[in-house]
């Protein structure tokens, strides 16, 4: 299999007199949705024919920069344990541990206090004032608070640490519980499973798959009957000399853009909020034992720090809280990264883990989760919205590194089938959160609606 996967600037027209599903976003979900309609049994590369359109780069957002724990008690339980088994068989298939970082591994969760313990020298620079942190609990909903003491149930609480996380100081440890062991919880490198996977369908496809950069700017409807028949996107290979919209047709389209839905579709109650992370080479490269770590740690007399740890193969991740300063740009590309924010993450672990203290940063990075603001659900949306041919998989909040293989299975098998056939996604319909149809003007060029 090929090491880069080969994208279009324009269409190849080979979508022509065949079903055309176009799946707009090249994230993880994107990348789960077009393997699974691959390999679904229905799937004739005769007969269909499948077009990712991605503004920037495949897993350029959250798909590339998450944690990538995956724990069977996730939300939302409708397709969790469906994406747990899913995730194991892909890596028995395809030999996760070794492509993509897969292994299963303990979750514990620490309180302590480090509010005593000095910050370890760094890079000085100004401080940048920092808006009001948040935060995405793991049942979905954003939080301006510390974090819950109830995220799921622990085990017996201790002030010992297990034996063979000894690169975490046991003695600013007050309280470490379990919360998921490896029967429960695994692991995924987020960036190296959704390029492998995409190569993999692009592979298995036998032509029918084709990835086109292009930047969707709306769905295009019959102004006939409401349905959508399409998307307008602009040209973002540089290699493309078009500047101006293109108009493609589809039988079906599906967004999968994360927190990007709502520039497409305006009325979707889905947003983003910013999540920076770093990765850590550890001291010379001393072996970090298999943990994931959910932390708040007191840091001065009323405050308090939560950031959450993933030990990697070769590496270490840590993600901090939330914050909603800045709105989602246009692409992943545009994401702003704040280096104090990550610097300040550093100084953080340093506190607890002499391991990381005297190791050093390898990534400084920013994404955007995807957070459904409706009180009633936590999300994600899967599945047919009320206008005919246009779907939604998004709002996945910090999930959706886990439930990807799942949401995938479905949406091929509604796509395909007409229906959910391997979990029930009733709660989760996108019409019973918001209206996707818009009103035409009578007065528009029917041009842009018949022609399509």
Same mark, same amino acid.
């Given at each position: 299999?090929s090491d880069y996967l080969k994208f279009n ?35 004739? !590369? ?222 979707? !109650? ?75 993450l550093f100084r953080q672990v340093g506190k607890?883990? !002499? ?98």
């Amino acid at each position: 299999m090929s090491d880069y996967l080969k994208f279009n600037s324009l269409p190849s027209g080979k979508h022509e007199g065949k079903h055309h599903i176009i799946i707009v976003g090249a994230g993880i979900i994107g990348v789960c949705t077009a393997y699974f309609i691959i390999k679904h049994p229905k799937f004739d !590369p005769e007969k269909y024919h499948v077009t990712i359109l991605e503004s920037k780069r495949v897993a350029g957002g959250a798909s590339g920069k998450a944690g990538g724990l995956l724990a069977l008690w996730a939300f939302p339980q409708q397709i969790v344990p469906l994406s747990f088994r899913l995730h194991q068989e892909l890596s028995d298939m395809y030999n996760g541990g070794q492509e993509w970082g897969y292994r299963r591994l303990t979750t514990v969760s620490l309180e302590g206090d480090i509010s005593h313990v000095p910050d370890h020298p760094s890079d000085e620079e100004d401080e940048v004032p920092q808006p009001k942190a948040q935060r995405v609990t793991k049942e979905g909903k954003v939080e301006t608070k510390r974090p819950s003491k109830n995220l799921r149930t622990r085990s017996a609480r201790t002030n010992k640490l297990p034996a063979d996380l000894n690169w975490i100081s046991s003695e600013v440890i007050t309280e470490c519980s379990t919360l998921g062991g490896t029967d429960t919880t695994a692991q995924v490198h987020p960036y190296k499973f959704t390029n492998f996977i995409l190569k993999k369908a692009v592979e298995d496809a036998n032509g029918s798959l084709e990835i086109v950069l292009g930047k969707v700017e709306e769905i295009v409807y019959s102004m006939e009957n409401g349905t959508a028949t399409g998307v307008k996107f602009t040209p973002t290979s540089m290699k493309s000399e078009f500047d101006e919209p293109i108009e493609l047709k589809g039988d079906q389209i599906v967004l999968s853009v994360g927190p990007w839905t709502s520039k497409i579709l305006p009325d979707c !109650p889905i947003s983003g909020l910013r999540a920076h992370s770093i990765t850590i080479a550890p001291f010379e490269d001393q072996p970090v034992s298999p943990y994931a770590i959910f932390t708040e740690f007191k840091n001065g007399p009323t405050s308090f720090t939560s950031p959450e740890i993933y030990a990697r193969q070769d590496e270490v991740y840590v993600c901090g809280e939330g914050d909603s300063a800045v709105d989602v740009p246009e692409t992943t590309d545009d994401v702003e990264v704040v280096k104090s924010k990550c610097d300040d993450l550093f100084r953080q672990v340093g506190k607890f883990s !002499p391991n990381l203290r005297k190791g050093h940063i390898l990534k400084r990075q920013a994404c955007y989760l995807p957070i459904l603001n409706v009180p009633s659900s936590s999300g994600p949306l899967i599945g047919e919205t009320n206008v005919d041919k246009l779907y939604i998989c998004s709002g996945h909040s910090c999930w959706g590194i886990n439930n990807a293989p799942g949401t995938g299975k479905i949406m091929s098998e509604v796509l395909l089938d007409g229906k959910a056939k391997s979990a029930n996604i009733s709660s989760l319909n996108p019409s019973l959160y918001f209206d996707a149809s818009i009103l035409v003007d009578a007065s528009d060029n029917d041009e842009n609606y018949d022609s399509v």
